[in-house]
């Protein structure tokens, strides 16, 4: 169904859903809607914008927070509504390229220095970050130009990353623990996923 957000150009690049809210990223801007009211999206109804500072790349939701990945950082949003929403920041030092941000236990994707993973942690701050593909940083330098689409096999434990070219990589995860890397190469191009 069309959605207004009101925006003079409405195209949003993505989208989630939080806390019985709607979420769309307008370049550097987070925007939701009023709570149980996607349709609403008026501040004086309950909807808000949150400016992050960096082109909005993707969300992901955690029982806790709202993860918003940017390209050059990530930030946690918690609390239930604007009457309460707390903006953190997770890492102002790594982010997410479009496309690549997929959540299987924890949350990856792929940025400048590798595919990067964010997990809940009892610690301050509930989340971490890690680079978890140092041992593959040749083929990770090749994709991250290529990189058009991400998918998650969650029966076999998978984040496959899909290249312009046909080629990409699978991450095998087990209990958040990475357990090994392979290539792959199709016969096409793939353009998403």
């Known amino acids: ?14 989208i989630a859903t939080y806390k019985k809210q709607l979420f769309l990223s307008f370049f550097g801007s987070s925007q939701n809607s009023a709570v149980a009211n996607p349709y609403v999206w008026s501040a004086v109804l309950g909807a808000s914008e949150i400016g992050i500072g960096d082109t909005i790349t993707g969300y992901s939701a955690a029982p806790r927070a709202l993860l918003i990945l940017s390209r050059n950082r990530v930030d946690q949003l918690t609390g239930s509504s604007i009457s309460d929403y707390v903006l953190d920041p997770v890492s102002d030092s790594a982010g997410a ?22 997990s809940a942690t ?3 701050g509930n989340f971490d970050e890690a680079n978890v593909s140092e041992r593959i940083q040749r083929l990770i330098d ?12 969650r029966a076999r434990g998978q984040y496959r990353l899909y ?13 958040d623990k990475v357990i090994g890397f392979t290539e792959f190469q199709y016969p096409v191009n793939v353009t998403c996923a």
């Open 97 to 118: 390229i479009a496309n690549t941000i997929q959540s299987l236990g924890a949350v990856y994707g792929l940025d400048d220095q590798g595919i990067r993973q964010v």
């Open 1 to 14: 169904v069309p959605i207004n957000s009101g925006m003079a150009v409405d195209r949003p690049t993505n």
């Open 122 to 124: 009892q610690a301050y």
């Open 163 to 175: 290249g312009s070219v046909g080629a990409g990589i699978i991450m095998t995860v087990k209990n």
């Open 142 to 153: 090749t994709m991250r130009t290529k990189v058009v689409a991400s998918a998650v096999y």
